[in-house]
């Protein structure tokens, strides 16, 4: 089925406030992206709140897909499939697009925890956690929810250094790095156990 107007508008704010973040970004800047009218844009969503909940759960859900995509086509064993997740970001650091992360970007722009944007970037995360525990459990290791919180720290880690260090360091030359030295203390730490 072709994509409606309503998921063209979402899928151009979403890479818009990816891009720009959430504040510093227009209405305007959002109906040029997406080539759409300000009635179409109105005729969907009454706010620009609105629409910022809707870019965030449609990155939340590309952003999940693709990682399994990737971990399910790329390892075959439970640790290789553990591993894969540090590979993913790896790619995911190196491309393009990379612009750090919509949900990490959202909560230093919310400053309020109940919001709605903080709320949904504490979901991402959390649903990101519950995932690699599936995987330690999978791999048959003791406290999969202990390693789970203990990669996704690494993960997010990761992520920050990609964006604030590994784009500028060096002319910006290998953003990757972070996430290839992330796997290597997963390693460690799956070999201790």
Not at 50 to 70: P, W
Not at 96 to 110: H, K, L, R, T, V
Not at 111 to 119: F, N, Y
Not at 139 to 162: C, H, Y
Request: glycine fraction near 6%; include cysteine.
């Amino acid at each position: 089925m072709p994509p409606s107007r309503r998921d063209d508008l979402i899928d151009a704010a979403m890479r818009v406030f990816y891009r720009h973040g959430f504040h510093a970004s227009s209405l305007d800047d959002i109906q040029k992206e997406g080539g759409i009218s300000r009635m179409t844009l109105y005729n969907h969503f009454k706010s620009k709140d609105e629409l910022v909940v809707a870019a965030m759960r449609r990155r939340d859900e590309i952003f999940r897909n693709r990682l399994m995509k990737f971990v399910d086509s790329k390892a075959k064993t439970p640790r290789e499939r553990l591993l894969a997740v540090f590979d993913f970001h790896e790619d995911w650091f190196t491309g393009d697009e990379f612009c750090g992360c919509m949900f990490i970007n959202a909560s230093a722009e919310f400053s309020l925890a109940e919001s709605a944007p903080r709320r949904l970037a504490a979901e991402h995360k959390l649903e990101i956690e519950r995932y690699l525990r599936t995987l330690c459990e999978a791999a048959g290791l003791d406290d999969p929810e202990g390693l789970a919180k203990q990669f996704n720290i690494l993960l997010e880690g990761a992520i920050v250094t990609a964006r604030v260090v590994g784009q500028v360091a060096d002319g910006g030359k290998d953003p990757g790095t972070a996430a290839r030295l992330a796997k290597r203390m997963a390693v460690a730490i799956l070999d201790a156990r």
